[in-house]
């Protein structure tokens, strides 16, 4: 069964510091998504980036960098320069393939809490 | 730049009353999907749709529970029979042919009372 794990309920960072959400995930599909989303208090579920499992490169978007560790099953999210802003609870979640439905499976999240 | 909306933003209602939650995915996508989040929990998934049909189901997603596309546009999650427990965010989602996508609407906050 597939599976997202993330250990860290809870992170601090400093303002314009750097943060590395972890997240590690388990499957046997060789094609699956991995996504991460930002849940800030209001509730909603803002995309922030994705790597698919035969991407190359490791996924970037702005101050967003996916850290893609095939081998280890890891998906962790990195934040540069954190902003005041970024205080939220952020989750991971893979996908499965289309073909299979093409669900996303959650971890449990983490929140981060960036300080002045 | 086109978004999921839903329908209403919170709503109330008694244990046993019916409700219908209403989301209009974003318009050239294929494969839409509901979610729900209990208050502080991880986002779980209900049902997925795809095709005017249900493509898989959870184990959350009883018979209490139905979905439909009535028309071109709306995606509608009907919960016959309330109860306390169905007390949740309720998040509608769309994706299209792009694989890297599923973009969810701002969620209808659901309380039974």
């Known amino acids: 069964a597939q599976k997202i794990t993330q250990t860290q309920p809870g992170m601090f960072v400093q303002e314009k510091e750097a943060v590395t959400l972890d997240c590690t995930y388990d499957?046997?599909?060789?094609?699956?998504?991995l996504f991460w989303y930002k849940q800030p208090s209001s509730g909603e579920m803002i995309f922030l980036i994705y790597?698919?499992?035969?991407?190359?490169q490791n996924a970037t978007e702005g101050r967003y960098s996916l850290n893609f560790q095939k081998a280890r099953k890891s998906a962790n999210l990195v934040i540069s320069a954190s902003q005041l802003g970024d205080s939220a609870m952020y989750f991971c979640a893979m996908r499965e393939p289309y073909n299979q439905g093409g669900k996303l499976i959650f971890g449990q999240g983490t929140e981060l809490s960036v300080k002045p | 730049e086109p978004e999921v909306t839903q329908t209403p933003s919170h709503q109330v209602t008694q244990m046993g009353q019916e409700v219908i939650l209403r989301c209009v995915p974003i318009?050239?996508?294929?494969?839409f999907y509901w979610y729900r989040q209990i208050l502080g929990q991880k986002v779980e998934f209900l049902v997925s749709?795809?095709?005017?049909?249900?493509?898989?189901k959870s184990e959350i997603f009883d018979d209490q529970f139905s979905v439909e596309r009535p028309d071109g546009s709306n995606f509608t999650l009907k919960i016959r029979s309330t109860k306390l427990e169905d007390s949740a965010m309720y998040f509608c989602?769309?994706?299209?042919?792009?694989?890297?996508?599923?973009?969810f609407g701002p969620g209808t906050r659901l309380t039974v009372t």
């Open positions: 318009s050239n996508h294929l494969y």
């Open positions: 749709f795809y095709n005017n049909e249900i493509s898989e």
């Open positions: 499957t046997s599909d060789p094609s699956y998504g």
């Open positions: 989602a769309s994706s299209g042919q792009t694989i890297g996508e599923q973009y």
């Open positions: 790597q698919g499992s035969y991407d190359q």
